[in-house]
């Protein structure tokens, strides 16, 4: 099986390209240059052993985003430059988490941290954008992009079900430009602070483990997304996920139940579990969003 994976600067994906030569190991490089350049940093694409290259015994990491099985993109990167704006509130995205949507196997999730700040923005986007979800408490701007799920934060995106790395680079540059036209604009726009409808029930149901195992002391995974998502029940009571073989969802289900809430999501003890964006921040000396 072919893998991809991309990396939050160009410094890391140099020297994982350098590691990789080093190694003669094939590779196939994705390029998001030029129409992408400004949310996307160069994904290297080997054989499922090609990781072990970039983690060698006695060698410092390479430090990636994630790995995730590759799918030819089925759509171009554009071949002119991304435009530039006089005042460029969103800056540039950097990728710091690829992963499988837990939700879909056949799509992916990333979480980009922003060199911007888009707290300003927010009510704008929300006085156009019917559709969305928005917390001023937060603050979190949540919308569907046709099947993908986008929930922005102030200093990050997270964006579920993606296509693959192209298509996630296409939703950020997507994202990058409504957000800089909809802030040249704002003097005639009306900004809107009304919290609209959260996501759905559904969307915490399809980040459970879906086998009313009861240990929550819900009979169904359904009931129980249901009283999380009426905020009567702490998210932490599903036991396969936040301490048993489900732990894997416990990051995607957090996110969900965050731009439920429209705050940080805790735990039973009180303590927030830090996300793997987090702990990657953290890796790569790059500060966490402080939202
Ligand atoms: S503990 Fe989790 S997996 Fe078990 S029924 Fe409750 S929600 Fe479903």
Not at 48 to 68: D, H, K, M, Y
Not at 95 to 111: E, G, N, Q, W
Not at 185 to 213: D, S, V, W
Not at 267 to 288: C, K, L, M, V, Y
Request: proline residues 6%; neutral net charge; contains cysteine.
């Amino acid at each position: 099986m072919r893998v991809v994976t991309t990396f939050a600067d160009r410094e890391e994906f140099e020297k994982a390209h350098v590691r990789l030569d080093a190694h003669g190991v094939p590779f196939e490089m994705v390029s998001p240059d030029p129409g992408y350049r400004l949310v996307g940093v160069p994904a290297l694409v080997t054989e499922a052993e090609g990781r072990v290259a970039l983690t060698p015994r006695g060698a410092a990491e390479v430090i990636s985003a994630g790995w995730v099985e590759y799918r030819p993109a089925r759509i171009a990167v554009p071949e002119a430059e991304p435009p530039f704006y006089d005042e460029d509130v969103f800056g540039e995205a950097r990728i710091m988490v690829l992963a499988p949507c837990v939700a879909d196997a056949t799509k992916i999730r990333l979480i980009a941290h922003l060199t911007g700040d888009l707290t300003g923005v927010f009510p704008y986007l929300n006085a156009e954008m019917k559709e969305a979800c928005y917390n001023a408490r937060g603050p979190t701007f949540t919308f569907m992009d046709a099947y993908r799920m986008v929930s922005m934060y102030a200093r990050r995106i997270a964006v579920a079900k993606a296509d693959e790395i192209v298509d996630g680079w296409r939703t950020l540059e997507m994202i990058r430009r409504r957000v800089n036209e909809t802030w040249a604009r704002r003097a005639h726009i009306e900004p809107c602070y009304e919290m609209r409808q959260k996501p759905p029930a559904l969307e915490i149901f399809k980040r459970l483990p879906g086998t009313n195992c009861r240990a929550c002391g819900e009979a169904t995974c359904l009931a129980f997304a249901v009283r999380v998502h009426a905020g009567e029940a702490e998210v932490s009571r599903c036991q396969p996920v936040f301490g048993g073989e489900y732990g894997h969802l416990r990051e995607a289900l957090l996110e969900v139940c965050q731009a439920v809430a429209g705050r940080g999501t805790r735990e039973d003890n009180g303590r927030r579990h830090r996300t793997r964006t987090e702990r990657h921040a953290e890796a790569t000396g790059f500060s966490p969003a402080h939202d």
